[in-house]
């Protein structure tokens, strides 16, 4: 599915490079795995190939798929009256699913909303923290895609969510 050198998207986690695919023992089962280099981390990740499916795990977005997502990024955006009926509660769990979907679409959403919420209250730390999530990894996608700087990358995205508003 995936080949040595390929940049991935592995949610909650960030972007990185798959660095190896070799067969390894574990609880006497012998079995195929991926490792991944994350960008920005000194952790590697090691992963069956049978849990592929279940970690949501991408390749990072082309360009053009990039540039698409972020000219649209207004769909993603939600009236703040909208996204205050919604109790904190569920916002986080509506949220956690997205960042685990790992799609880029469910990261610019989380972003969006998040930072529409900002504007009208303070957030507490786990929307912080999650809107900061959020960002990186799509900094990092938007980095590695268009082979920019994490600042030039940050600008880009700035900038789209500006005109979001």
């Known amino acids: 599915m995936f080949n040595i050198g390929d940049k991935i998207v592995y949610p909650s986690q960030g972007i990185g490079v798959i660095d190896e695919i070799e067969e390894k023992e574990f609880k006497g089962e012998r079995q195929m795995y991926y490792t991944i280099q994350l960008y920005n981390n000194t952790m590697k990740l090691t992963l069956p190939l049978s849990r592929i499916k279940t970690s949501n795990m ?4 082309d360009s053009k798929t990039l540039d698409n997502c972020l000219k649209h990024i207004n769909k993603f955006v939600v009236e703040t009256g909208e996204l205050s009926k919604v109790n904190f509660k569920e916002r986080k769990t509506a949220n956690e699913l997205k960042i685990k979907s790992g799609a880029l679409d469910d990261y610019l959403q989380v972003i969006c909303n998040l930072t529409q919420l900002k504007m009208e209250h303070n ?5 912080k923290q999650m809107l900061t999530s959020a960002k990186k990894i799509v900094i990092e996608e938007i980095s590695q895609s268009k082979n920019l700087s ?16």
């Not at 991408?58 to 977005?61: A, G």
């Not at 957030?123 to 929307?127: F, K, Y």
């Not at 994490?150 to 508003?165: P, Q």
């Open 123 to 127: 957030l507490n730390s786990s929307e």
């Open 150 to 165: 994490s600042d030039e990358a940050t600008n880009l995205l700035d900038i789209y969510m500006a005109f979001s508003n």
């Open 58 to 61: 991408r390749l990072v977005s």
